[in-house]
């Protein structure tokens, strides 16, 4: 896969339209209009019956990333230029580390990661780096704090991410001595996860509040 720059466009899809594949997972554990659904079962009462927020609801998006590696890719890379901002999670403002990594699952595969670096490492199992595939999130502690940067691993020892203040998404090498030395694992998404009650949760209250503007529009 050529790592080429490639033209950065900012025709990004605007945020109520990127229909979650969490959010589709909830509407298909609790449809719309099933009048016969008597119990009235709620989506929170749903998600807190499983040990797994993700194998059970996300497993058709995770089962995409391997299909989809390619295309997860190419669009990574159109954002390559896209200027570093704090909290960013928008292409047209700017991107911090696991704002663009947040933004490209979501956008290419529906899949709704932790707003955190710490806590998308939670996500998935953990792998070598001898066992990094193209789409596998790479990990590094750039802050004296463990798993305090992001990533998204490319191929040929290399990943893409949004390094700091007063840079811009770009691609990098494992094995240069500043990042092979703060490298901090790896994870691959397979519908695990590790996250706190409250962690879920959160995720939770977020996608219901991205289906409602999905239904406004």
């Known amino acids: ?30 449809p719309a209009g099933e009048a016969g659904n008597k119990e009235g079962t709620k989506v929170e009462s749903i998600l807190e019956s499983t040990s797994s927020y993700f194998a059970r609801f996300t497993y058709q998006v995770v089962d995409s990333v391997s299909s989809k590696t390619e295309s997860l890719i190419n669009d990574a890379m159109q954002l390559i230029g896209v200027r570093y901002r704090w909290n960013g999670d928008l292409p047209q403002s700017g991107l911090d580390a696991s704002g663009f ?12 990661l932790p707003p955190k670096s ?22 590094f502690n750039t802050m004296r704090l463990t798993f305090s940067h992001v990533g998204i691993y490319v191929g040929d020892n290399k990943f893409i991410h949004s390094p700091a203040k007063g840079s811009t998404v770009r691609v990098d090498d494992l094995a240069s001595s500043y990042w092979d030395k703060r490298f901090d694992g790896a994870r691959r998404l397979d519908g695990s996860d590790e996250l706190s ?17 999905t239904r406004n529009l």
Do not use: C, W, Y
Request: proline letters at 4%; zero cysteines.
């Open 197 to 213: 009650n409250a962690e879920r949760n959160a995720l939770i209250q977020e996608a219901k509040k991205l289906r409602l503007q």
């Open 118 to 139: 710490s806590q998308m490492s939670k996500v998935g199992k953990p792998i070598t780096r001898e066992e990094l595939q193209p789409g596998d999130l790479v990990f």
């Open 1 to 30: 896969m050529s790592l080429k720059k490639n033209a950065i466009s900012l025709s990004f899809k605007p945020i109520a339209v990127l229909v979650l594949g969490f959010v589709f997972s909830l509407a298909h554990a609790n």
């Open 101 to 112: 990594v947040r933004f490209v699952f979501r956008d290419k595969l529906g899949f709704l």
